[in-house]
């Protein structure tokens, strides 16, 4: 590890920060970032907040959960398996105190693959990185919570989680990204390794505070029957931008990805997305919803590439957005990249307001609008959220739906 970080370093310390004008980056805020403001996070009290962080996984757990890990600033602080999911075989390690484990063995050999800079920079101060792995034909019930706290103010995380499936096993995970009320800078990288006819289920749910910046990496591969479904939830952070590239690389393989995303105030939820079909018999389904009110903005840009490998790809991708207000922006690019015959991909997207349609057909019978605006946005997102595939997440993202409709309502951006 010591190795990789050094390397990664010498390569971080050539390279110049990414920006605007490159198309990946395009529309994002990257060119407003020093990174001169943040210094990397040391806390000195790690154990402190780790009730807060907390709070509500229970909630999120009901079907049970088959393990709890705690990071505060990437420090790991509390790491729970139940007995039930360690008698089954899931295996839990921090590759910052195991040493039993090789790290090309837990799958952090992939990072060498990184997809932009940031990934460069996590590989380089990662200092805790945490492996999850399953057996071959593994059961594992009950969901992996992953819970990040960010607490320094002007501190920078680098968390890094790789998820091994093993050959025909089955794993659900969330990772929740929280954080309290500072001005801080998150890079989180995680890799998703799906063996042959593995499932895996897997959640991000972003309720960072107001004042953080993050940029995270999601990469993903799935072998040969392989089955992954990857969503996210954004609904916190000042500037916070998701790359997803799942990569098919097995043939009969098939990868699902899922996102609602809701901001307000100056917020920007940026995401980019690349569905990769590299084998033949492929399968993608691509379905993103958001909304953004007050003076927030939101950008999707999503690839569908096909390899000349990827015959009888089937492959979609859908990305429909709520503009709220008028000082609201959306951005929304799909594309379509391929490389041989005997294929079937679509991609779709849309950007405007309410249905009035729909609000009048509400406030007619008697519904306030505000509630009208609510019941519309809750009906809008419920598309992706009964799609979730992790037991206990859909009424916890929709409280966070209802929440940011109250906080429209109180800075009076709903006529009520």
């Known amino acids: 590890m010591r190795d990789r970080r050094v ?18 980056w395009r529309y994002s805020r990257i060119d407003e970032l020093d990174l001169d403001d943040f210094a990397l996070a040391t806390p000195s009290d790690p154990a402190t907040p780790v009730d807060g962080a907390l709070t509500d996984v229970s909630e999120w757990a009901s079907g049970g959960a088959a393990a ?10 509390s790491l729970d398996v139940s007995p039930a999911a360690a008698a089954a075989g899931l295996v839990i390690s921090d590759l910052s105190s195991d040493t039993s484990v090789d790290p090309a063995d837990a799958g952090l050999a992939e990072a060498g693959d990184a997809p932009d800079l940031f990934a460069t920079l996590n590989d380089a101060f990662s200092p805790s990185p945490i492996v999850v792995r399953t057996p071959v034909s593994a059961e594992i019930e009950g969901t992996v919570h992953v819970v990040r706290l960010a607490t320094v103010a002007g501190g920078a995380s680098f968390g890094r989680l790789v998820v091994h499936v093993g050959r025909n096993s089955r ?3 969330v990772e929740h990204h929280r954080s309290t009320d500072v001005h801080a800078l998150t890079v989180p990288y995680t890799e998703l390794r799906v063996a042959n006819d593995a499932r895996l289920h897997y959640l991000a749910v972003n309720d960072l505070g107001p004042q953080v910046w993050q940029v995270a990496d999601l990469v993903s591969r799935v072998e040969q029957g392989g089955s992954l479904i990857a969503a996210a939830a954004g609904f916190g952070g000042d500037y916070t931008r998701l790359r997803s590239d799942c990569r098919l690389t097995g043939r009969g393989s098939s990868g699902d990805l899922l996102a609602i995303y809701f901001g307000d105030g100056d917020q920007m939820l940026d995401y980019r997305t690349f569905q990769d079909h590299r084998a033949p018999d492929t399968t993608s389904d691509l379905l993103f919803k958001g909304a953004v009110g007050g003076r927030s903005r939101s950008v999707y840009t999503g690839l569908i590439r096909v390899r000349k490998e990827g015959t009888n790809t089937n492959a979609n991708q ?95 951006e709903v006529n009520a």
């Open 318 to 412: 859908t990305n429909r957005n709520l503009k709220l207000s008028d000082e609201a922006w959306a951005e929304s690019v799909p594309n379509l990249e391929i490389e041989t015959n005997d294929v079937k991909c679509s991609h779709a997207s849309a950007v405007g307001p309410i249905d009035e349609e729909q609000r009048f057909y509400l406030e007619s019978r008697g519904v306030m609008p505000a509630d009208a605006e609510r019941l519309v946005l809750t009906g809008f997102f419920e598309e992706v959220i009964a799609r979730l595939p992790i037991a206990g997440a859909a009424e916890p993202l929709r409280r966070r739906v209802r929440d940011k409709v109250a906080r429209r309502i109180g800075a009076g």
């Open 171 to 173: 794993l659900a995970v």
């Open 68 to 77: 709890t890990v705690v990071l505060v600033d990437d420090r790991v602080v």
């Open 7 to 24: 390397a990664a370093a010498e390569r971080w310390t050539t390279a110049a920060l990414p920006t605007s004008a490159e198309e990946v």
